[in-house]
């Protein structure tokens, strides 16, 4: 992934948002650019999937972060080699 791409992550399930942005974060190689969980009635839909959760009166979790200059880090945990 290059510098200044961004990744999305939008759901309707408040556990995984939370789980699939501190994964993220973990990472160190984005920066966070918008956190709009979970929004209001004003936000703007972004996939039919949102417009239908949205008008049942749930709410959608939104961030989208941003490529840093990080460099990526090896693998931390050991390779299993099968012989």
Same mark, same amino acid.
């Given at each position: 992934?290059?510098?200044?791409?961004? &990744?999305?992550?939008?759901? %309707? =399930? +408040? +556990?995984?948002?939370?789980?699939?942005t *501190?994964? =993220? %974060? %973990?990472? &160190? @190689?984005?920066?966070?650019?918008s956190?709009?969980?979970?929004?209001?009635? #004003?936000?703007?839909? *972004?996939?039919?999937?949102?417009? *239908?959760? $949205? &008008?049942? #009166?749930?709410?959608?979790?939104?961030?989208?972060? +941003? $490529? /840093?200059?990080?460099?990526p880090?090896? /693998?931390? @945990?050991? =390779?299993?080699? @099968?012989?």
């Amino acid at each position: 992934m290059q510098l200044g791409s961004q &990744l999305h992550i939008w759901t %309707d =399930v +408040e +556990e995984y948002f939370h789980e699939a942005t *501190r994964t =993220v %974060d %973990d990472t &160190l @190689l984005f920066s966070q650019q918008s956190d709009e969980s979970p929004g209001g009635p #004003g936000t703007t839909y *972004r996939t039919h999937f949102e417009r *239908r959760t $949205r &008008l049942a #009166g749930a709410p959608v979790w939104r961030a989208i972060f +941003e $490529r /840093n200059g990080t460099p990526p880090q090896k /693998n931390r @945990l050991p =390779v299993k080699r @099968l012989s």
